[in-house]
């Protein structure tokens, strides 16, 4: 049975919206975190937003990177209910997002992972289908911008089960979900 494990970049405001600002906190060791996430993963499943700038900006990396590669040749989950077709290796889930994602995690293998989309994070958490929570918090903060966890939530107590600290400050939080505390 697969997981699924959610990689979120977050301000210390709570600001999810246009990771651009994370980009100053990125290194070395933060690049072999995101790397070694990409690595322990057989899917990433994304959003329709993050999928198409993710697609846009592939054909731009230096495709020497391991994680360039690796990312490259992942299957990619797409959920959308405004495209027809999703190239990339992408496979579209149109519809029924619960049962989708519920199908993929009876799957055996490696983890899905989720990198970032605040809509299908917010819904994945709703729908009580997001395993384990990694959230990124980089050291600083926005003011506005789109919240991870926006009001009108269920109140739940997740477990922190490891964290990771980086030469910039930034830190991973990585929490185990309610259902399985």
């Given amino acids: 049975?697969?997981?699924?494990?959610?990689?979120m970049h977050v301000?210390?405001?709570?600001v999810v919206a246009n990771p651009s600002w994370a980009r100053p906190f990125r290194y070395d060791e933060h690049e072999k975190y995101q790397l070694g996430q990409i690595a322990a993963s057989r899917a990433l499943l994304l959003g329709r937003v993050t999928f198409q700038e993710m697609a846009a900006a592939w054909p731009l990396r230096d495709a020497a990177e391991e994680y360039t590669r690796l990312v490259d040749a992942a299957p990619k989950y797409v959920v959308s209910t405004t495209l027809d077709h999703v190239p990339w290796n992408g496979v579209l889930i149109p519809g029924r997002l619960a049962?989708?994602?519920?199908?993929?995690?009876?799957?055996?293998g490696q983890d899905l992972l989720v990198l970032g989309g605040a809509e299908l994070v917010?819904?994945?958490?709703?729908?009580?289908?997001?395993?384990?929570?990694?959230?990124c918090v980089h050291p600083g903060t926005a003011g506005t911008g789109r919240r991870l966890f926006p009001q009108g939530g269920a109140?739940?107590?997740w477990k922190l089960t490891g964290t990771s600290m980086f030469p910039s400050g930034a830190v991973v939080l990585e929490y185990q979900a309610p259902a399985q505390v």
Wanted: glycine share 8%; no cysteine.
């Fill in 1 to 7: 049975m697969s997981k699924v494990v959610v990689l």
């Fill in 11 to 14: 301000l210390l405001d709570g």
């Fill in 99 to 108: 049962e989708h994602v519920a199908k993929l995690r009876r799957e055996p």
């Fill in 122 to 135: 917010g819904q994945l958490v709703r729908l009580g289908l997001v395993d384990v929570l990694k959230l």
């Fill in 155 to 157: 109140p739940s107590t």
